[in-house]
């Protein structure tokens, strides 16, 4: 129970990280507002947590400041000061050259991803306990480069960077501030990255990695609980990969 009696803000909640951190919070007994666009998704999610802890659902648009103020507000009517937040909503698109990118494709990706992290920990951190904890989402595609994802390697290569500011404005409250950048992780956007990436053949991610296999949203989930709990009290301003050794070489 090693979150019983605290309160944890996850977005991005229906995809499959944001379902494996949610199963694993409400396990270890934590109270979650789950955060996500995708009203059905979040009524799926429902029906397949079981634990603990309380689960919530709030519907809202993350690059929306009116509708992150409001998941905020509602953390905080429910259960009190937030004790932990997981800013893990991120959107990816079409694979395309730099020179080939749609303006309003990169517009789109980083709305969500480096907007949607920002508003949220601008709303989120004020209602947020002394000594509380916020994983931001990365990649491990924000540390190295990627040929055909310029939004979605700048908006990770961001996310780091806000990581990294938030955790010495919030320093003195005690908060942590830390960034996941998780690999190739077994799920729907890592495949359909992959099969544009390599159309045609039986190649994968799990080639390009040390470990030879895709990581699974379990890994990731497990870091997470890790960054939010007290095992992990004296880090606060880094970046921790969950990536097989991706971005050892």
Same mark, same amino acid.
């Given at each position: 129970?090693? #979150?019983?009696?605290k309160?944890?803000?996850?977005?991005?909640?229906?995809?499959d990280?944001?379902?494996?951190?949610?199963k694993?919070?409400?396990?270890?007994?934590a109270?979650?507002?789950?955060?996500?666009?995708?009203?059905?998704?979040?009524s799926? +999610?429902?029906?397949?947590?079981s634990g603990?802890g309380?689960?919530?659902?709030?519907v809202?648009?993350v690059?929306? =400041?009116?509708e992150?103020?409001s998941?905020?507000?509602?953390?905080?009517?429910?259960?009190?000061?937030v004790d932990?937040?997981?800013n893990n909503a =991120?959107?990816?698109? $079409?694979?395309r050259?730099?020179?080939? #990118?749609?303006?309003?494709?990169f517009?789109r990706?980083?709305?969500v991803?480096?907007?949607g992290? #920002?508003?949220g920990?601008?709303?989120? +951190?004020?209602?947020?306990?002394?000594?509380g904890?916020?994983?931001n989402?990365?990649s491990?595609?924000?540390?190295?480069?990627? &040929?055909?994802?310029? &939004?979605?390697v700048a908006?990770?290569?961001?996310?780091?960077?806000?990581?990294?500011?938030?955790?010495?404005?919030?320093?003195?409250r005690?908060?942590?501030?830390?960034? &996941?950048? $998780?690999g190739?992780?077994a799920?729907?956007m890592?495949f359909?990255?992959a099969?544009e990436?390599?159309? =045609?053949?039986n190649?994968? #991610? &799990?080639?390009?990695?040390?470990?030879?296999?895709?990581?699974?949203?379990?890994?990731v989930?497990g870091?997470?609980?890790y960054?939010?709990?007290?095992?992990?009290?004296?880090?606060?301003g880094?970046t921790h990969a969950?990536?097989?050794?991706?971005?050892?070489g």
């Open positions: 129970m090693l #979150f019983s009696g309160n944890i803000i996850v977005t991005g909640a229906s995809g990280l944001g379902t494996a951190i949610i694993r919070l409400i396990c270890q007994g109270n979650v507002l789950a955060v996500d666009s995708d009203d059905a998704g979040l799926h +999610l429902v029906a397949e947590v603990a309380v689960l919530e659902i709030f809202a648009d690059s929306n =400041g009116e992150v103020l998941y905020a507000t509602r953390a905080f009517a429910l259960w009190g000061p932990g937040f997981v =991120g959107i990816q698109t $079409p694979v050259s730099i020179v080939e #990118f749609p303006e309003e494709d517009d990706v980083m709305a991803n480096v907007r992290v #920002f508003l920990m601008k709303h989120v +951190l004020p209602r947020m306990r002394d000594g904890s916020v994983v989402m990365s491990a595609l924000g540390v190295v480069g990627g &040929a055909g994802i310029v &939004a979605y908006s990770k290569h961001a996310i780091i960077g806000m990581t990294k500011t938030a955790a010495l404005e919030q320093g003195p005690g908060i942590r501030v830390n960034a &996941a950048a $998780p190739p992780i799920c729907r890592t359909k990255l099969d990436v390599f159309a =045609g053949s190649k994968s #991610f &799990a080639e390009t990695v040390p470990l030879r296999r895709h990581g699974t949203p379990e890994d989930a870091l997470v609980s960054l939010l709990s007290d095992d992990s009290s004296y880090a606060t880094t969950v990536d097989g050794g991706f971005t050892t």
